[in-house]
């Protein structure tokens, strides 16, 4: 029976689930800002680039 109670009272467990959840969490938000600053980055660099491409002279003259 005092096995029992002990078992129930161990929170070492629970603690490693906490983390791992937290580290989860952390994971996700992170590439979720990823994501959101590459695809920012993509059209700033497509707007540069048609930019570039609009105001440079006609090749061939």
């Known amino acids: 029976m005092e096995m ?3 078992f129930f009272k161990d929170e070492s ?3 490693a689930v906490e983390y ?3 580290v989860a969490l952390i ?4 590439i979720a800002a990823v ?3 590459g695809l920012n ?3 700033t660099f497509n707007y540069t680039a048609d930019q ?3 105001t440079a002279p006609a090749a061939g003259g």
């Open 35 to 37: 994501a959101a600053l």
């Open 41 to 43: 980055l993509q059209a």
């Open 20 to 22: 791992g959840l937290m």
């Open 27 to 30: 994971a996700v938000v992170i």
């Open 52 to 54: 570039v491409a609009s």
């Open 13 to 15: 467990g629970a603690t």
């Open 4 to 6: 029992v109670k002990k």
